[in-house]
């Protein structure tokens, strides 16, 4: 049964005054992994920016000098009131552009274009059907396996005998899903036995699907759609996960990008007429095969490794979507030809560190090595001169939420 949206409160932002003449990007939620660097790419270009966050948060980039932060009711409560607020906010600030951050903000960005304000902002990011694109990752699979992909074999986790042998990997088809009013984001885990698969399905609660395990090495292909099609791409590897076992990165490098993925990365961003931004993420097996594992279009975790290349894909997206006939650097596919660095995220990198000492066994010392001596090229996520409170506060939230044993933001 749906929750009828009650009206929208005025919320009072921080006491920053937007500069006169300079248009301002309304982005959110301002936890998710990527929305201090999207914040930091958009100020480098003249732009204003105010965040949305949930209520009785104080996420790190409420320490910023320059940023506005606003809370909203959190979607996870109340999704129409979210909206709602959303949309008074929207009215109240008219902001140039609205730059969603994680799948809760493409979820509510979707919802706004739907009923937008009038001559109110566009969405730099998807809407209609590229939203159910964007969330649904049944549609990815199908659109990847179209374009050439090598898509591991998926079925519905409900219903589906899985295929081979196991283990399988169950996860939810949905990004974000809304129910009973509130909007969910189920998580996934490995099953063992097809049993599992259907017990782990239950406790997804929505629908899910099923694929066999592979193991490899993380990779990334970045870019951003125009009507001219897909341009500035470049890529990266992770080089080290927050929790060795399997996690978001602690630490990721750029690398060439490679000749098997440029063709089929083209096809499904053409084939489905994206528009924005967008990261197909992949993994690279033992034999050198990439498996298609998502799209996300919207920014990405690793956006720190991207800005410290002169990568400004926050800022194109928004230019894009502001101006039709914008043209980003390094057009159609070429690959970016800019210095190759590794970037780290300090607090990711605290926690991986812990968890191989607490461990035990013959990888301490190299890891040990790895993290505390600096090597050349390295960039650390979220750092900016002049603001060193974010940086620092970023750092104590995510070593403190996994002391707690929560993961801090939204998309990772």
């Known amino acids: 049964m749906k929750s009828t949206p009650r009206q929208a409160t005025p919320r009072q932002a921080t006491p920053r005054q937007a500069t006169p003449g300079k248009p301002t990007v309304l982005i959110g939620f301002a936890d998710s992994l990527a929305a201090i660097e999207s914040a930091w790419c958009l100020l480098d270009h003249g732009l204003e920016v105010c965040a949305f966050t949930r209520s009785g948060t104080r996420p790190a980039l409420a320490r910023s000098k320059r940023v506005r932060v606003v809370p909203v009711t959190a979607p996870e409560q109340d999704a129409h009131q979210t909206v709602a607020e959303l949309r008074s906010l929207i009215g109240d600030l008219r902001p140039a552009a609205v730059l969603p951050l994680d799948d809760h903000a493409v979820w509510l960005a979707d919802q706004y274009a739907q009923r937008p304000v009038p001559d109110g902002p566009v969405i730099a990011g998807p809407a209609g059907k590229l939203a159910t694109i964007a969330l649904d990752k049944r549609e990815q699979l199908l659109l990847a396996a179209t374009a050439g992909f090598a898509v591991p074999g998926s079925v519905d986790a409900a219903t589906g005998q899985p295929p081979g042998d196991g283990p399988w990997m169950v996860k939810p088809a949905l990004a974000v899903e809304l129910r009973d ?108 095969q990439p498996w298609f594992m ?58 991986h560190l812990g968890m191989v000492l607490a461990r035990g066994g013959a990888p301490r010392m190299a890891t040990v090595r790895d993290v505390l001596i600096p090597h050349r090229g390295e960039r650390w996520y979220n750092w900016r001169s002049g603001e060193p409170a974010v940086f620092a506060a970023d750092t104590w939230a995510t070593v403190r939420s996994q002391v707690r044993g929560r993961k801090p933001g939204g998309n990772r």
Not at 328 to 343: D, F, K, L, R, S
Request: with cysteine.
């Open 181 to 288: 009013g509130r909007l969910h984001r189920p998580v996934g885990r490995m099953a063992a036995t097809p049993a599992q698969v259907r017990e782990i399905a239950a406790a997804i609660g929505g629908p899910a699907i099923a694929q066999p395990m592979i193991s490899g090495t993380g990779e990334g292909v970045f870019g951003i759609a125009t009507a001219a099609g897909p341009a500035a791409l470049s890529a990266h590897q992770r080089v080290r996960m927050m929790n060795p076992r399997g996690s978001g990165s602690s630490a990721c490098r750029s690398v060439p990008l490679a000749s098997d993925l440029a063709g089929p990365v083209s096809e499904f961003i053409s084939g489905c007429e994206w528009r924005g931004l967008f990261m197909v993420e992949m993994l690279r097996d033992s034999a050198g």
């Open 294 to 351: 998502e799209l996300n279009g919207r920014t990405w975790g690793s956006m720190a490794l991207a800005r410290r290349r002169g990568l400004s894909y926050p800022a194109w997206a928004v230019s894009a979507a502001l101006d039709p006939e914008f043209a980003p650097p390094y057009p159609g596919m070429a690959e970016v030809q800019a210095p190759h660095v590794t970037a780290r995220h300090l607090g990711r990198e605290i926690v």
